[in-house]
T-cell receptor, first 116, second 113 residues
Framework: GAVVSQHPSWVICKSGTSVKIECRSLDFQATTMFWYRQFPKQSLMLMAT?????????EQGVEKDKFLINHASLTLSTLTVTSAHPEDSSFYIC????????????FGPGTRLTVT | GNSVTQMEGPVTLSEEAFLTINCTYTATGYPSLFWYVQYPGEGLQLLLK?????DKGSNKGFEATYRKETTSFHLEKGSVQVSDSAVYFC????????????FGGGTRVLVKP
């Protein structure tokens, strides 16, 4: 149990286009999901906290108009990278918090975004 | 604020060697402490955790003890395997509900046969 999926697992897009990444909790309800960005050989940087039915809370320095987050249901959150540029290329990881399991966080497998 | 410091890698070991990855933290109150593992090309998986002082988390032969007096949570394994090659992240969280994880910088471990 406690599986989190992400789709797609990797994506290549052209500069200026937008890309949507989905994060799903497959067998539990997640009132809160987190979006992280991981640069090569570095740690995870929290980008935003996504709460079901409300606006996401962004960390300092993260552009909310560039990284749009929607958490429309208890099992799905999406991250849209708008007008992507090569510097947005990264590994994006989501996690979902299970409210029924002592608020454990479960991580998705990540999405590798390459902007050309 | 909260912070986690862990030893920089890479750590290169031979199979069956003893592994230690140091982790120290700064936080007010009594955080919960975690070790996550990230295998190549994959997301993070929870390896073990401890929620209060002197607790020992263990899983897959790995152990870590929550040491409040030294604010540490060092990860150890007595005999590593090639399959343990991965990046290991120490992390903390304050409180049970709603609080975000703070990660250390990660330590890459490479086990050679």
């Amino acid at each position: 149990g406690a599986v989190v999926s992400q789709h797609p697992s990797w994506v290549i897009c052209k500069s200026g286009t937008s890309v949507k990444i989905e994060c799903r909790s497959l067998d539990f309800q997640a009132t809160t999901m987190f979006w992280y960005r991981q640069f090569p050989k570095q740690s995870l940087m929290l980008m935003a906290t996504s709460n079901e039915g409300s606006k996401a809370t962004y960390e300092q320095g993260v552009e909310k108009d560039k990284f749009l987050i929607n958490h429309a249901s208890l099992t799905l959150s999406t991250l849209t990278v708008t007008s992507a540029h090569p510097e947005d290329s990264s590994f994006y990881i989501c996690s979902a918090r299970d409210r029924d399991r002592a608020y454990e966080q479960y991580f998705g497998p990540g999405t590798r975004l390459t902007v050309t | 604020g909260n912070s986690v410091t862990q030893m920089e890698g890479p750590v290169t070991l031979s199979e069956e060697a003893f592994l230690t990855i140091n982790c120290t933290y700064t936080a007010t109150g009594y955080p919960s402490l975690f070790w996550y593992v990230q295998y190549p090309g994959e997301g993070l998986q929870l390896l073990l955790k401890a929620t209060k002082a002197d607790d020992k988390g263990s899983n897959k032969g790995f152990e870590a003890t929550y040491r409040k007096e030294t604010t540490s949570f060092h990860l150890e394994k007595g005999s590593v395997q090639v399959s343990d090659s991965a990046v290991y992240f120490c992390a903390l969280k304050r409180g049970a509900a709603g609080n975000k994880l703070t990660f250390g910088g990660g330590t890459r471990v490479l086990v050679k046969p």
